[in-house]
């Protein structure tokens, strides 16, 4: 279950340009997801500096 999450992070960051977006698909996607700290450093992984 874990890798098919990271799997569907990683194909949400290919389909955004920033943190902000990927976190909004990311909530859209996984709405019952309430890792909000985790979504923040996953955001700064695939967007650092954005």
Known sequence: ???EYLKG???I???NV???GFK???QSAY???SGLN???MSAGMFF???
């Open 24 to 26: 909004a698909a990311v």
């Open 9 to 11: 992070l990683k194909n």
């Open 38 to 40: 985790y979504l923040d």
């Open 31 to 33: 709405p019952k997801y």
């Open 1 to 3: 279950m874990k890798i």
């Open 48 to 50: 650092p500096g954005k």
């Open 13 to 15: 960051a290919i389909k």
């Open 18 to 20: 920033d943190a902000a």
